[in-house]
């Protein structure tokens, strides 16, 4: 697999679900960003987790970093219509701050 | 809160021909950055930009594309004699510093005809 890929590409929840999406990367990583994206728009960031923090909270979202099996997750509790749009890890190596994203899961939260 | 903008949101251009997209990062941000994103494909990273230089640029970052901060503002990147392939989204990030998270703009969409 290729460094920051997201599953699953794409995630249908009923409003008030939870939910998650995994990220998975190759290399050793200095940190871990979330961003979404709403269609057509710029990225927003989330959470930024160090590699060596193992979760992180920000509101309704969660995030956790296990390096051992280099991947992470982002739990988005009581979702809501608006949270509807693409969400993407990047990461980072130590010394080269440019970020590699993943492929994105596209969450849609059905009304 | 500060954010990073973009100008223009959209850009239609002639194959051929030059294209400067515009940049204006977080005031007291160091570090800037350009990535691309090619329509459903991932957002990737073009160059970075520290202390009046590039710090790194990737392979997509040839001859034709090129970089500057002619101000304590702005940051641009120049793309040279454009190709259909060089349609996409470009984004503009800033950051303070390695540890910090990236900020990106809204991006500006280039369409080569």
């Known amino acids: 697999s290729q460094q920051g890929e997201e599953d699953p590409q794409a995630l249908s929840i009923q409003e008030g679900e939870n939910a998650t999406m995994n990220c998975s990367y190759k290399t050793s990583i200095n940190n871990l960003q979330w961003y979404r994206q709403n269609s057509g728009r710029g990225l927003v960031h989330l959470i930024l987790i160090r590699s060596n923090e193992r979760e992180k909270h920000s509101g309704r979202l969660r995030v956790t970093l296990d390096t051992s099996k280099k991947s992470s997750s982002l739990l988005i509790t009581a979702s809501r219509a608006a949270d509807t749009a693409s969400y993407f890890c990047?990461?980072?190596?130590?010394?080269?701050?440019?970020?590699?994203f993943g492929t994105g899961t596209r969450l849609t939260i059905i009304p | 809160e500060p954010e990073v903008t973009q100008t223009p949101s959209h850009q239609v251009t002639q194959m051929g021909q030059e294209v400067i997209l515009r940049c204006v990062p977080i005031s007291n941000h160091l570090y800037f950055y350009w990535y691309r994103q090619i329509l459903g494909q991932k957002v990737e990273f073009l160059v970075s930009f520290y202390n009046n230089e590039i710090s790194e640029k990737s392979e997509i970052f040839d001859d034709q594309f090129s970089v500057e901060r002619p101000d304590g503002s702005n940051f641009t990147l120049k793309i040279r004699s454009t190709k259909l392939e060089d349609s996409a989204m470009y984004f503009c990030a800033s950051t303070g510093g390695w540890d910090q998270p990236q900020h990106f703009g809204d991006g500006t969409r280039l369409s080569i005809l």
């Open positions: 990047a990461t980072d190596n130590f010394g080269n701050e440019k970020l590699t």
